[in-house]
């Protein structure tokens, strides 16, 4: 099994920057699927940022450019960090991570961009 933990939401300005942190229970060098997702009210969750198997990172068209995923050197912790945040960033921000064929969900953090 794996735990994910997201944090770091919170309310801020438009135009203004978040770091979100993922801390997962195992070392996501060893995870498939890593990545960032988002959802807001009564919309589906949709894919922000994510590393493909080669740790290329590869971004939704709406973030590129603004957002950054990264890990930390022992890869137990996945970073989105993101700038020149809008109001259309506001949702639920979620960090997903596949091991053996079962996908892994944590609780999500809300963030919330004022105009």
């Known amino acids: 099994q794996v735990q994910l933990v997201e944090s770091g939401g919170g309310l801020v300005q438009a135009g203004g920057s978040l770091r979100l942190s993922c801390a997962a229970s195992r070392s996501t060098n060893r995870l498939s699927g890593i990545g960032w997702y988002r959802q807001a009210p009564e919309t589906q969750r949709d894919l922000v940022a994510t590393?493909?198997?080669?740790?290329?990172?590869s971004y939704a068209d709406s973030v590129k450019g603004r957002f950054t995923i990264s890990r930390d050197n022992t890869g137990d912790t996945v970073y989105l960090q993101m700038n020149s945040l809008k109001p259309e960033d506001t949702a639920v921000y979620y960090c997903k991570a596949d091991l053996w064929g079962v996908t892994y969900w944590g609780q999500g953090t809300q963030v919330t961009v004022s105009s």
């Open positions: 590393f493909s198997r080669s740790g290329t990172p």
